[in-house]
């Protein structure tokens, strides 16, 4: 399979995932609302999720499939299947030691992510019970990135790529009829969820079973002390932990954001880190569609450019896909900014979400609408540095941003409350952005080709008369009216094909030849 067709399928399965992910969010959303409980699961839900993208999905898997790759390119199958075997016990070992603790210490660790809670001592009691049943999760998707990382190695694709989406399966189950179930029995029906979570983690490590059997990959895992200490010392495991360290940093910047902000959010109106979740699932539509689709197509173009020493090559795709990032990314910031309550009306308002929620989630997706094309461009920037081996750069700028949101957080949120921390991240994300491209051109790693002063004086054209046509669609029709639900996404669709209509058709009168620039 080709580099492009592998990323395409990837990038086709991250949208399986996004549109899955949606409809578990609008089901929770109608069946739950925005309350306590609601901000109780999703406290709870962050912590094994933190520790899933610090650990399993981020550091872990960054540092163990290249350790892999080299092992086996350098000394072989057998060699490859030892460090499985060894790497696949120490882990197993270090999981079930994590997921003990974390079972035992969950009241400490609510209290952690989210004191301000304790504002409902039901809610605090409701999110202990729920990070005692769902901590586990960490240990399957754990072992679900050990997993991915040999399938991936092997250039088996398809299976990581397709878990994300029995996750999603699993809890939109668990809301549909577990829910409903536990109300009959007496019991909270938010608890469901928590048995959808786990249901997940156990279906995405059981799918990648057979893939490895087939390949004879299946570790062997042995978890005596003798084993356990012949796996520590193992050069593979050794070399795997060292990598990981500096990768920690990197990937922990981003969770450290979050984490502050969940804090932040639980000290809020309750309900506040639920509008949260519901706005940053619909702005991954656009950041996963855009951002991660680009980010995979060009970071081994660029790799491979900076091996051969093809500056221009490298100059040139980085400049293709910021002309696609400014086309594409700014129509959508657009519409989040314009559309945020037709979207969040239409998308979200029925059941339990009531039109207050509607209203509170909107401008939260107003805010991280203002970064929108800051957080799609990092996908394109990032990879311009990692293609040069340089990981340092864009950690130190994170880290940079990371203390400017958190500043803004101080000025925004007294203000804006829930919506100063989306608004915050969308403005550390520009910066992160702008930061990124200056340092590539300082390095005259970038040139920009010519012609960018006229294209986004056409970008700008047609962003501004899509404004104004989006506005008059914000306000022509009654979008919180709840029970003229097929009605509100008919003319949402029809007014989302008007408002393309008239973005591309203004960028054709302005004179961009699309045809080309898409051959191109």
Request: proline share 5%.
């Amino acid at each position: 399979m080709s580099l492009f067709k592998s990323a395409s399928l990837v990038s086709l399965w991250t949208l399986a995932s996004r549109v899955t992910g949606l409809a578990r969010e609008l089901l929770i959303a109608s069946t739950f609302g925005a309350s306590a409980l609601t901000d109780a699961f999703n406290v709870a839900f962050r912590i094994p999720n933190l520790l899933r993208r610090l650990f399993a999905e981020g550091a872990f898997s960054q540092a163990f499939v290249p350790v892999l790759a080299a092992t086996r390119e350098r000394e072989g199958e057998a060699a490859t299947r030892e460090l499985i075997d060894r790497v696949a016990s120490v882990l197993l070992a270090a999981l079930l030691l994590t997921c003990a603790l974390g079972v035992l210490g969950a009241p400490l660790l609510v209290w952690a992510m989210a004191a301000g809670l304790r504002q409902s001592p039901h809610s605090f009691e409701v999110a202990v019970v729920l990070t005692r049943w769902m901590f586990p999760y960490i240990g399957f998707m754990s072992l679900v990135a050990l997993s991915a990382g040999i399938l991936n190695t092997w250039r088996r694709y398809a299976v990581p790529a397709v878990t994300p989406v029995l996750l999603n399966v699993a809890m939109i189950g668990a809301a549909w009829w577990g829910a409903p179930a536990l109300a009959r029995w007496g019991l909270e029906p938010i608890y469901a969820l928590a048995g959808g979570v786990m249901l997940g983690g156990a279906l995405q490590l059981a799918v990648q079973v057979p893939a490895l059997v087939r390949l004879g990959l299946w570790p062997r895992v042995r978890l005596g002390p003798r084993a356990l200490r012949a796996g520590w010392q193992h050069p593979g495991t050794r070399r795997i932990l060292t990598l990981m360290a500096p990768a920690l940093l990197g990937v922990g910047v981003a969770q450290i954001s979050l984490l502050i902000n969940t804090q932040i959010a639980s000290h809020l109106t309750p309900g506040s880190v639920s509008w949260l979740t519901y706005a940053d699932r619909l702005m991954e539509f656009p950041t996963a569609l855009l951002g991660v689709a680009l980010g995979v197509v060009l970071l081994p173009q660029l790799s491979a450019a900076q091996a051969a020493g093809d500056a221009a090559r490298y100059s040139e795709l980085l400049d293709w896909g910021l002309r696609w990032v400014v086309l594409l990314a700014v129509p959508c910031a657009v519409g989040l900014l314009v559309l945020a309550q037709p979207l969040v009306a239409v998308l979200y308002h029925y059941g339990a979400f009531s039109a207050a929620d509607v209203r509170q989630t909107a401008l939260a997706l107003m805010g991280y609408g203002v970064g929108l094309l800051g957080l799609i461009a990092i996908k394109v920037l990032a990879p311009g540095f990692y293609a040069r081996q340089d990981i340092r750069t864009p950690v130190r700028i994170a880290v940079a941003v990371l203390l400017f949101t958190q500043a803004m957080n101080a000025v925004l949120v007294p203000h804006l409350a829930h919506a100063g921390l989306a608004l915050a991240i969308g403005l550390g994300a520009l910066l992160n952005a702008g930061w990124l491209l200056g340092g590539l051109l300082r390095r005259r790693a970038y040139v920009p080709r010519p012609g960018w002063g006229r294209y986004g004086v056409q970008v700008l054209s047609a962003a501004v008369a899509l404004a104004v046509y989006l506005l008059w669609l914000s306000q022509v029709y009654d979008w919180t009216h709840a029970g003229a639900r097929l009605t509100r996404i008919g003319v949402l669709l029809a007014g989302l094909a008007g408002a393309a209509g008239v973005y591309f058709g203004v960028l054709a009168l302005a004179g961009l030849p699309l045809r080309q620039f898409v051959r191109k």
